[in-house]
């Protein structure tokens, strides 16, 4: 139900009032100005608010209480795998070993962490069919660019600087035409066939001499599996260029097929998504990339290497493409990722992929009567149902997905990929129960008989969040990006 | 074996593929060719149960030196400080941290209104118009700020003129997003601790797109920014400054000197070192430049109410809508760790940041006196905030050797960055430091500088 506005921070602050407690010092009081040069000090203090430390916490658990994660409920987010984040993950990554080191300590000292890393590499390695792995890259999208700037070294370094030319599908992700313009290539689209599957023919056509690579997930953003990937391949790698695999959907296949044995060169994972570090919100997440054995020496520096049970930062690295962030990657995500590969180990890991199959295929059958099914083909870990059927009535992919939020469920992906009309992609994962399947399927069910027999519902939705439908276009037009007590006015009502 | 994330049960599975139409699992995957299919079990180590897996992730953990049963003095740009016990318990409630980015504003009102809070703070620490909702960290925001200061002006501005005394892994990091566009680099040498601001001004011509300076350097001391703002101005060229958040309670902001992008890593405030990451990058700008900013901006609105509420905004800046167009790939970012540093710059508040930050500089400037004291010789004089440079006389991994045999973990190895800086030692002194720790460590300084002498 709509709940009136909770105040912001700065709202509740008053002088006077503080929420913290610095440890005893007995270094003698010296005077700022004596230390600092003139015009260096501050003068204006930053209007950071004065509260106590329980209207803190009360104001961050309303916060929290107007806010949906996966432990509130059913998350199909399609394209996102929002599964179940083990509750040991928090634990373990907090332990002090990990959380409270520097990474400048001598690596004598934190042989621990560097025996981590280097078993999440080897099981990376070994869960992609690639020949070596970095953890420097900070998310996905930092993965898809390193990949791309190492495919670029290895051209360059074979004197192929001509290759300028990257080939993504037109279902693909935004993320891979801007990772391939920050890494300076240029974009050529491939089609999509009425499979929903690459055009073949397409793509030999978009293949030339220019072509430095073709970015490609598999599953695919619509969740099929591309079964041409082996032509795919030997049509890219005879014309001279290489396969770099978004592993955006990798929760499909653990086990099954790897893109190592699939022919591409270059792979990353989100390790926050297949390998449940927590989504947080929006990050951070963890993105490490895996390659084949030619563009080993291109990897961002340092590598961790071992000898003799005994790990070491590899510095020396001439050919490296340079680092791509400081230090070792987002090390507390790679924690939380590895403490999940050890709880799983092979067997499980291949009934993930094989139960977020079996669920996402059980779930679409479910739909089918009542949505538009783009492609029937066995989905993978995902499927795209079109709101076509829906629209004729007047109700609108975005009005089904709020009226979702009425019956307490996060809405799938919409309007993505791109090229699929009113689109829904839902992605259920393996740790959903087949009771909450069911359940989702009947609210989904529900909201194609309401468009039918009361659009209006629909079309007002949502009826039970704290605030309802926002207007992005005033948002967009008038941007107020920060806090003043101007634009606060309104803020009781 | 059981999995206690796995909850179909083997009735269920019959009920779902009956459902479906198929007799097997292994029939939803005969689109997967043969001759990719991976045969037998993947070569991992093999599953432990929960228990288990503790003790052993705490054999891992145990095998490190921690920070907290150590006394350490390393800073270079990752920082040991006070974090008050609030953070963690934020940070722990689940619609939080298992939420994604917040697509449906209706139900992530509470997170979309904590990162604008954080947009907020982040403006007014840095004196800027606007901040986004966070970066990967510190030096990849610095480089999108490179990149975004070479995208103005129709892109026709290629170099970027960086100081020597950013951080080494900022400028490595620089150097690699510079090389997709292909924007050339140009270094201006340090002199004495600080840029060198002769040199800076030469250096800047019609080309030069932007100005980058770190604010406290990486040798810790404090950049001259109305002199950096003065070169940039010569030609038009934007002023980027890469601050340390929490010094910003006591140093007057960029903002203040007309900076046009200020970035850097909130990592200071609220959030753990974890061996380099995650940590928190940040980006202020002004409203300028606000259509170029890369990453998501939270907006305030209205519902059809008129009551208040966020959306994430100017979305048509980003990947997801633009594709090759967009000023920057970021996709996902630092959110739960924006929402760590939103908390503590709320539980520090006004008077907390402030007092924190002084105490830095007095600690530090404390144990300057101490050092001369003992006679080690800093090597700059220019001022600073809660780092400078010592000199050893003798190769510095072989006294923080020595001094680890004490509990102490020694400071940075400026050999590590170039070799005419082998024996110095970059020191960091926060507000964590005692009196009596300081003492040690100097007494144990003295001894082993003067060892060799």
Not at chain 1, 31 to 41: A, K, N, R, T, Y
Request: charged share 25%; hydrophobic share 35%.
């Amino acid at each position: 139900m709509k709940q009136p506005n909770q105040p912001l921070i700065f709202e509740q602050s008053k002088p006077g009032r503080v929420a913290y407690s610095l440890p005893g010092t007995n270094i003698p009081e010296q005077s700022l100005s004596d230390i600092l040069p003139e015009g260096s000090i501050r003068e204006e203090e930053p209007a950071l608010p004065e509260v106590s430390e329980l209207q803190l916490m009360r104001h961050y658990t309303a916060l929290s209480n107007r806010n949906y994660g996966v432990d509130s409920g059913f998350y199909p987010l399609g394209s996102c795998t929002m599964k179940y984040n083990p509750k040991i993950n928090e634990e373990t990554a907090r332990m002090a070993g990990f959380a409270a080191t520097h990474p400048y300590q001598p690596e004598a000292q934190v042989q621990g962490n560097l025996e981590m890393m280097y078993d999440l590499q080897q099981a990376l390695a070994q869960i992609t069919g690639m020949d070596e792995v970095t953890l420097q890259p900070a998310a996905g999208a930092q993965g898809e660019w390193t990949g791309l700037m190492l495919i670029r070294a290895l051209h360059e370094a074979n004197g192929e600087t001509e290759r300028t030319e990257v080939i993504v599908p037109d279902s693909a992700h935004g993320t891979n035409p801007a990772s391939a313009t920050v890494a300076g290539f240029d974009h050529v689209t491939v089609r999509t066939d009425a499979r929903g599957l690459v055009d073949l023919e397409h793509l030999k056509e978009v293949t030339s001499e220019k072509t430095a690579a073709l970015m490609l997930t598999n599953p695919n953003t619509l969740g099929l599996f591309e079964e041409d990937i082996m032509e795919m391949a030997d049509t890219i790698h005879q014309a001279g260029g290489r396969l770099y695999y978004d592993g955006a959907n990798s929760n499909a296949i653990m086990g099954i097929t790897r893109p190592g044995d699939m022919g591409f060169d270059v792979v990353h994972l989100n390790l926050h998504k297949t390998f449940t570090g927590p989504h947080g919100g929006g990050g951070p997440g963890s993105g490490p990339v895996g390659v084949k054995k030619e563009l080993i020496p291109y990897l961002p520096g340092p590598v961790l290497t071992k000898e003799n049970d005994t790990y070491y930062w590899d510095n020396d690295r001439p050919h490296s493409i340079g680092r791509v962030k400081p230090y070792y990657g987002n090390f507390g995500i790679n924690v939380r990722a590895y403490t999940y590969i050890r709880t799983m180990g092979a067997e499980g890991l291949k009934k993930v992929s094989e139960y977020a199959v079996l669920n996402a295929n059980y779930l679409m059958r479910r739909l089918e009567p009542y949505f538009d099914l783009p492609y029937g083909r066995h989905c993978k870990h995902e499927f795209v149902i079109s709101g076509r059927r829906q629209k004729k009535l007047g109700v609108r992919t975005l009005d089904m997905a709020k009226r979702l939020l009425d019956y307490g469920y996060h809405p799938p992906t919409i309007y993505f990929p791109i090229n699929v009309e009113e689109c829904m992609m839902v992605e259920p994962t393996e740790t959903e129960a087949k009771e909450t399947l069911d359940a989702f399927a009947d609210a989904m069910i529900g909201i194609a008989k309401e468009a039918e027999e009361d659009p209006e519902m629909v079309q007002e939705a949502p009826h039970t969040t704290v605030v309802g439908r926002l207007d992005e276009t005033l948002a967009a037009r008038k941007p107020v990006l920060t806090y003043n007590t101007e634009t606060s006015l309104k803020s009781m009502k | 074996m059981d999995y206690r994330y796995l909850p179909v049960t083997g009735e269920d599975k019959e009920e779902m593929l009956k459902t479906i139409g198929v007799d097997s699992i292994d029939e939803l995957f005969e689109d997967v060719p043969e001759n990719i299919r991976f045969s037998g079990e993947m070569e991992l180590q093999n599953a432990l149960g929960e228990t288990d897996l503790l003790k052993e992730m705490k054999r891992l953990s145990d095998r490190n030196a921690n920070v907290q049963d150590c006394v350490s003095y390393l800073g270079a740009g990752v920082y040991e400080h006070y974090i008050p016990t609030v953070v963690d318990h934020v940070l722990r409630r689940s619609e939080f941290y298992t939420a994604y980015t917040p697509y449906q504003p209706e139900i992530s009102q509470g997170e979309l209104q904590a990162i604008f809070e954080f947009q907020t703070m982040v403006s007014e620490l840095t004196g800027m118009d606007i901040a986004n909702s966070s970066m990967y960290d510190g030096p990849t925001a610095l480089a999108e700020a490179a990149l975004m200061a070479a995208s103005e002006n129709r892109g026709k501005r290629r170099t970027i003129v960086v100081s020597e005394t950013i951080h080494p892994e900022a400028l490595d990091v620089l150097k690699t997003y510079a090389s997709g566009p292909g924007i050339t680099v140009k270094i201006v040498p340090e002199k004495d601790g600080q840029t060198d601001l002769d040199k800076l001004e030469d250096m800047v011509d019609a080309d030069t797109a932007g100005v980058i300076v770190q604010y406290p350097n990486f040798y810790g001391t404090i950049e001259d920014l109305a002199a950096v703002r003065k070169a940039a101005d010569k030609e038009n060229s934007l002023m980027i400054v890469s601050a340390n958040p929490l010094a910003l309670g006591v140093l007057t902001p960029p903002g203040r000197f007309g900076a046009d992008i200020v970035a850097g890593d909130a990592q200071p405030l609220g959030i753990p070192m974890q061996f380099g990451g995650p940590h928190c990058g940040f980006f202020a700008t002004t409203k300028k430049h606000i259509r170029k900013v890369p990453g998501r901006l939270v907006g305030q609105t209205e519902d059809e109410d008129g009551s208040r509420g966020y959306v994430l905004t100017l979305q048509a800046r980003e990947q997801h809508i633009r594709r090759d167009k967009a000023t920057s790939n970021i996709c996902s970012n630092q959110a739960l760790n924006a929402l760590a540093a939103s908390v503590a710059m709320t539980a520090l508040g006004k008077k907390g940041l402030k007092e924190t930050a002084e105490r830095n500089v007095k600690g530090a400037h404390f144990f300057k006196q101490l050092l001369k004291q003992k006679g080690i010789q800093l090597v700059y004089e220019a001022p600073s905030f809660n780092e400078f440079v010592i000199n050893l006389g003798r190769p510095v991994a072989e006294v923080n050797e020595q001094l680890f045999k004490h509990g102490i973990i020694g400071g940075y190895d400026l050999g590590e960055v170039s070799r005419d800086k082998n024996g110095q030692m970059l020191v960091c002194v926060t507000e964590l430091r005692t009196r009596e720790q300081l003492e040690t460590f100097a007494k144990h300084l003295e001894v082993l500088v003067h060892e060799t002498a």
